[in-house]
């Protein structure tokens, strides 16, 4: 069956440096990908996403990364500073429906 | 994007009891979704919510303890029913304007029952 899950439930990281999220997924069939970021008490927001027939996308301080051979998607975040703080979810899409990783906390030290 | 307006946004809620959570949005979309999230856990999916025919439900997901409605394109509504402390969550209303686009979510209904 689809299943998302990520390799590690908390990132620390300093501010001002490079944050990489990961993330590995089942089913072969998911065609498009979605990462959400989720602050304390708000619903997820989107950042950024990749079809299957990417293997890389850019947006404004992040990048997320897609191997279709391992099943593995990653999110990588320049730069990174005390608002980035938050949980993230990647979430593949098979049939319209969405299917979320457990999460990553991203915590930021000054 | 789409605006995606719940309410309500938080409720202590008394055992036994039901709960209707509402969601509007700003403009038509294709698909509404409903999902949970338990206290620190990811987002599972409770049922697609159709527009005129009964929603369809994941597995583990029953309309009698979850019934939903879709009158029109920009509203639904997620009805949590014969609440038990098991039930206190997050109640996650998603949005897709199209077929294989982005979805978004919504702020939330935080349900605490006890």
């Known amino acids: 069956g689809e299943s998302v899950g990520l390799h590690l439930p908390t990132l620390s990281v300093q501010e001002g440096d490079n944050s990489i999220i990961n993330c590995a997924y089942s089913n072969s069939a998911s065609d498009y990908f979605i990462w959400y970021k989720q602050e304390s008490g708000k619903g997820p927001q989107f950042i950024i996403d990749i079809r299957s027939n990417m293997d890389k996308r850019q947006g404004q301080r992040v990048t997320v990364l897609l191997n279709k051979t391992v099943k593995h998607l990653s999110l990588q975040i320049a730069a990174t500073q005390p608002g980035d703080s938050a949980v993230y979810f990647c979430a593949g899409e098979h049939t319209d429906k969405l299917i979320f990783g457990t999460g990553t906390r991203l915590q930021v030290f000054p | 994007s789409a605006v995606i307006s719940q309410k309500p946004s938080r409720d202590i809620c008394q055992r036994g009891t039901s709960l209707t959570i509402q969601c509007q949005v700003d403009?038509?979309?294709?698909?509404m979704f409903w999902y949970r999230q338990q206290p620190g856990q990811s987002l599972t999916l409770i049922a697609t919510a159709n527009q005129g025919s009964e929603a369809t439900y994941e597995s583990g997901f029953v309309i009698d303890k979850f019934p939903i409605s879709r009158p029109n394109l920009t509203f639904s509504t997620l009805t949590v029913s014969n609440m038990s402390p098991e039930d206190s969550s997050i109640y996650l209303c998603?949005?897709?304007?199209?077929?294989?686009?982005?979805?978004?979510f919504g702020e939330g209904s935080w349900l605490t029952v006890v």
């Open positions: 403009s038509q979309v294709t698909m």
């Open positions: 998603s949005v897709g304007v199209s077929s294989g686009n982005t979805i978004y």
